[in-house]
Antibody, heavy 126, light 106 residues
């Protein structure tokens, strides 16, 4: 069974840091683009960023709202994805979802998110 | 690329036909996906390439459109379809979502 499970959420003060983890099982992480998506309380979905697959050297893309503050990385040996969040702001308060991009046919380009984790809550407040 | 969904919410009866629209601020060809999010849960992938149903999704769901105008249709609304529906463009960065349409059962 393909599963994603996030962890590491919690309460942090403005300006602080937090690292989220996403444990993947049932598939090979290196074969997929992997993204983070967030959802502020009572709001819609916002794309945070992406790490591409091994074939594309795990290059990354970020939303303008987090670029320079957030970093996405992987640990292939542990089949895990990470989101390092620095200089946190109150507006970063949200549920953060780890998502897998559908790479069926060996192509991840312009493909949707086919698997979502249950999410982990991050609250930024003093 | 901005995506505008309408309506933002609707209430319909079991068995009704429901249509949700998603308009893109520029041509996104068929690079549009739809997701369903039930209260307190993660979104679930429904439709890709504007009209291709994900495996396991009931056939009462369908999608259409290309370019800038897209629709998600539920042909016969069921109680378990109560949820918020989001469209997403997957053409270019930053990937963006519509604001969502909340579907309630009367």
């Amino acid at each position: 069974e393909v599963l994603l499970v996030e962890s590491g959420g919690g309460l942090v003060q403005p300006g602080g840091s937090l690292r989220l983890s996403c444990a993947a099982s049932g598939f090979t992480l290196s074969d997929h683009y992997m993204d983070w998506v967030r959802q502020a309380p009572g709001k819609g979905l916002e794309w945070v960023g992406r790490t591409k697959d091994k074939a594309e050297s795990y290059t990354t893309e970020y939303a303008a709202s987090v670029k320079g503050r957030f970093t996405i990385s992987r640990d292939g040996s542990e089949n895990s994805l990470y989101l390092q969040m620095n200089s946190l702001k109150t507006e970063d308060t949200a549920v953060y979802y780890c998502v897998r991009v559908d790479c069926s046919g060996g192509n991840c380009y312009n493909k949707p998110f086919d698997v979502w984790g249950p999410g982990t809550m991050v609250a930024v407040s003093s | 690329i901005q995506l505008t969904q309408s309506p933002s919410s609707l209430s319909a009866s079991v068995g009704d036909r429901v249509t949700i629209t998603c308009r893109a601020s520029q041509d996104i060809r068929s690079y549009l996906a739809w997701y369903q999010q039930k209260l307190g849960k993660a979104p679930k992938f429904l439709i890709y390439a504007a009209s291709t149903l994900q495996s396991g999704v009931p056939s009462r769901f369908s999608g259409s459109g290309s370019g800038t105008d897209f629709t998600l249709t539920i042909s016969s609304l069921q109680p378990e379809d109560s949820a918020t529906y989001y469209c997403q463009q997957i053409l270019s960065y930053p990937l963006t979502f519509g604001g969502g349409t909340k579907v309630e059962i009367k």
